[in-house]
Nanobody
């Protein structure tokens, strides 16, 4: 069974950059879809970006296109989210997730806080 652990969150000024990492333990199969989500208190968890574990297909929510880049390193079993031109609205707890059996994400990390503030 796959376990996920995020790291790289923190406090950054508006316009700054941050890179999140998601380390996966256990075997990752080529059909897995990996994603990043975010959540602020009182709101539903929001999809941010996704990538297939094999191939180059990626997907982004409209609000982060051109600013965030999702990538992976298969050799390190790690997924990344490079975030640039950060805005206060990007403040949230960021979660990585995996869809291992179907299109539904069924495995989640514990989350890492990202705060964008001056």
């Amino acid at each position: 069974q796959v376990q996920l652990e995020e790291s790289g969150g923190g406090l950054v000024q508006p316009g700054g950059s941050l890179r999140l990492s998601c380390a996966a333990s256990g075997r990752i199969f080529s059909w897995y879809v990996m994603g990043w989500f975010r959540q602020v208190p009182g709101k539903e968890r929001e999809f941010v970006a996704s990538i297939r574990w094999s191939g180059s297909n990626t997907d982004y929510t409209e609000s982060v296109k051109g600013r965030f880049t999702i990538s992976r390193d298969n050799a390190k079993n790690t997924m990344y989210l490079q975030m640039s031109s950060l805005k206060p609205d990007d403040t949230a707890v960021y979660y990585c997730a995996a869809a291992t059996r179907s299109a539904k994400y069924d495995t989640w990390g514990q989350g890492t806080q990202v705060t964008v503030s001056s």
